[in-house]
């Protein structure tokens, strides 16, 4: 079975600019969860949608953004993007909430320039 | 503030060795924890999980230890194996209103030395 995929792979974008990262769980996950890694860090709860809706938002700005569509994929948008968003956004899918392993994407790397 | 804590950047044992990988946490409302293993330019792996109703999980070579009152547990890594090499991150779930987050620490360097 595929696991969670994540497009696209890496992308550079410059300050101002806005971004979409695009995610599919595993098949027969109905949750998605989205996680920002900077450098040195662990990973950083951003959103958990659960059934196309929000179920879960993390200490970030309006300026990101999420929505989870029919078929349980998912995409996380960021606007006005800063040098600071630069990092490896990772994506999660479990089978169901409140408690069930999340499994891991392999990441969109995003350089902010 | 961090919640929880992985105070050991890295980590070298030699193949073979037992491998102890050490998170404390601050939450005391945290009641599920979880190890996950990363390589360069992949995602976090699943390795092994507990529940704070237990104090031990083993799963073939990992196994996962939980002291509650002292809001600590350990991963012990038995035999250690070259390809063990990769950051682990040590997290815990939170949970509130049918909804669940990962909390993570910073994560364990572990380099095993064939």
């Known amino acids: 079975d595929a696991g969670v995929t994540q497009s696209p792979t890496h992308l550079i974008k410059t300050r101002g600019q806005h971004v979409t990262l695009r995610c599919s769980p595993i098949s027969g996950h109905k949750s998605v969860s989205w996680y920002q890694q900077v450098l040195g860090q662990g990973p950083q709860f951003i959103f958990q949608y659960y059934e196309k809706e929000e179920r879960g938002r993390g200490n970030f700005p309006d300026r990101f953004s999420a929505r989870q569509f029919p078929n349980y994929s998912s995409e996380l948008n960021v606007n006005a993007l800063l040098l600071g968003d630069s990092a490896l956004y990772l994506c999660?899918?479990?089978?169901?909430?409140?408690?069930?392993?999340?499994?891991f994407g392999p990441g969109t790397r995003l350089t902010v320039l | 503030d961090q919640q929880v804590k992985q105070n050991s950047p890295s980590l070298s044992v030699q193949e073979g060795r037992i491998s102890i990988l050490n998170c404390d946490y601050t939450n005391s409302m945290f009641d599920y924890f979880l190890w996950y293993k990363k390589y360069p330019a992949e995602g976090p792996t699943f390795l092994i999980s507990?529940?704070?109703?237990?104090d031990k999980n083993e799963d073939g070579r990992f196994t996962v230890f939980l002291n509650k009152s002292a809001k600590h547990l350990s991963l012990h890594i038995v035999p250690s194996q070259p390809g063990d090499s990769a950051v682990y991150f040590c997290?815990?779930?939170?949970?509130?209103?049918?909804?669940?987050?990962?909390?993570f620490g910073k994560g364990t360097k572990l380099t095993v030395n064939p």
């Open positions: 997290a815990a779930s939170e949970q509130w209103g049918g909804s669940e987050k990962l909390v």
């Open positions: 999660a899918s479990s089978q169901a909430l409140p408690t069930d392993t999340q499994y």
């Open positions: 507990i529940s704070s109703i237990k």
